[in-house]
């Protein structure tokens, strides 16, 4: 069956820019995770949507983030202002509601802020 | 606060030489604990996890796993590592606080493999 998809793969844009990122879950997880991996470093975390709601948004950095997932689907991340050091992997991952539940990752998008 | 650490931060083998990957987890319950391993251009693939009861977890592509809770670890095995294995490998710890299942990675130890 199909995976959780990105669009873009990549994405170059100028420094304060808006981009907003797309993720597609697994049909039926309806638990949504946003993480960010920096070069040489592991994921971290962003934010995580159960249904439609942000249950948990501690990993945001800061007010110029920000996330969406208004049918309990799709989820958009949403970056305001774009600095260069927001370059980096957005990674998205889906899971069935479960305690401990495996979270499947998309490939992720590239973002360069130049 | 929770916290994985992966000492490794690159490591090299020949094919078919065994393996072992380290990973340290701070947490103050039972954590739930991972491995993914992600390739070149590859999204994360999990390996295996540890819930609870044994502490010895098979996993795809012959690794294995130990949850150690007396040294809080859970190193990463493979008796014979083949040239497919070359990857960077992840251990996590699923921080269930609020039961949100947010994942805290380690850094990842990459793996070479010479022929």
């Known amino acids: 069956g199909a995976g959780v998809s990105q669009t873009p793969s990549n994405k170059v844009t100028e420094k304060g820019k808006y981009v907003e990122l797309r993720c597609d879950p697994i049909?039926?997880?309806?638990?949504l995770y946003w993480y960010r991996q920096s070069l040489g470093q592991g994921p971290e975390f962003l934010i995580y949507f159960q249904g439609t709601g942000a249950a948990d948004d501690s990993g945001l950095p800061n007010d110029r983030f920000f996330a969406v997932r208004p049918e309990g689907s799709v989820s958009t991340l949403k970056i305001q202002r774009t600095e260069r050091g927001d370059s980096a992997v957005y990674l998205c991952?889906?899971?069935?509601?479960?305690?401990?539940?495996?979270?499947?990752f998309g490939p992720g998008t590239r973002l360069t802020v130049t | 606060a929770q916290s994985v650490t992966q000492p490794d931060i690159h490591i090299t083998v020949s094919e078919g030489a065994s393996l072992e990957l380290r990973c340290n987890y701070s947490y103050g319950a039972t954590p739930y604990l991972f491995w993914y391993v992600q390739s070149p251009g590859q999204g994360l693939q999990l390996l295996l996890k540890?819930?609870?009861?044994?502490?010895l977890v098979q996993g795809i592509k012959g690794f294995e796993a130990e949850f150690k809770r007396s040294q809080s670890s859970f190193n990463l095995r493979k008796p014979s590592v083949h040239w497919s294995d070359a990857a960077e490998y992840f251990c996590?710890?699923?921080?269930?606080?609020?039961?949100?299942?947010?994942?805290?990675f380690g850094t990842g130890t990459r793996l070479q493999v010479f022929p």
């Open positions: 991952a889906s899971s069935l509601l479960s305690q401990g539940a495996e979270q499947y």
């Open positions: 540890y819930f609870s009861g044994d502490t």
């Open positions: 049909s039926g997880h309806t638990a």
């Open positions: 996590a710890v699923g921080a269930s606080q609020y039961n949100t299942d947010k994942l805290i």
